[in-house]
């Protein structure tokens, strides 16, 4: 029996509206992706097209098109005639995509900023407004719109290092992250310190302390499967 209980409930969802906006089907698939990550949408639940389409405040084929994008990710399965269903990952799952991204992402960021020069730092100082804005998100709670300035600001970032495909793979880890325990984070007040650490990250790679950037993004990622996660870091 499917369990509609709590925030993972098709009629509890908390999505923004999309109603006479552009590009709706790829600002509606990332709030779908936020959703997922947050929680908000969880395996076990059938999700409807035409049921999400009047969360948005949209006709259903936008919505519909959005999930299906979401389904060639992997990250949705689709269910005939019915809707679909966030694709469930294991605690080992989620374990090896944090232990991808750190492998990834930390000597990348570390690169950066080994080859800081005025072009790249312009570059990395543009980036501080994001770093705002997360922070800023963190502290009205904003959960699902603060997953996708966090996305633009990190794909953003290692870009700088110039390997596209190092970021596609990078965004496709980050979208099947799942961070149950910002909700609850949030709600503490306590999400805010970790949002801080953007700025920090800015400040590190701005200077070319490469190892400080490396450290600070370590622990960063370690987030992931930590706190943010719902659990206990040590």
Do not use: C
Not at 130 to 154: P, S
């Amino acid at each position: 029996m499917t369990d509609t209980t709590g925030p993972m409930a098709p009629d509890t969802l908390a999505l923004p509206q999309f109603a006479g906006r552009p590009n709706l089907r790829q600002e509606i698939a990332l709030a779908l992706r936020g959703a997922l990550i947050t929680g908000e949408m969880r395996p076990g639940v059938l999700y409807s097209a035409p049921g999400l389409a009047e969360k948005f405040g949209v006709s259903a084929t936008p919505v519909r098109e959005a999930m299906l994008d979401l389904a060639n990710e992997g990250l949705v399965t689709i269910v005939r005639n019915k809707g679909f269903r966030v694709k469930e990952l294991t605690d080992r799952d989620l374990d090896e995509i944090t232990s991808l991204r750190a492998l990834i992402e930390v000597p990348t960021v570390a690169e950066v900023a080994r080859g800081i020069n005025e072009p790249t730092r312009a570059a990395v100082e543009e980036l501080r407004p994001l770093a705002k804005e997360v922070e800023r998100l963190a502290e009205i709670g904003d959960l699902i719109r603060y997953v996708e300035v966090d996305r633009r600001f990190h794909l953003s970032l290692l870009a700088l290092a110039g390997n596209r495909h190092l970021v596609e793979v990078v965004a496709n880890l980050r979208a099947r992250s799942r961070l149950y325990g910002l909700q609850d984070l949030a709600a503490r007040g306590e999400l805010g310190r970790s949002a801080a650490e953007h700025k920090q990250i800015v400040d590190l790679v701005v200077a070319g302390d490469a190892a400080a950037a490396a450290d600070l993004m370590r622990r960063h990622i370690g987030h992931v499967r930590g706190t943010w996660a719902g659990y206990h870091e040590t």
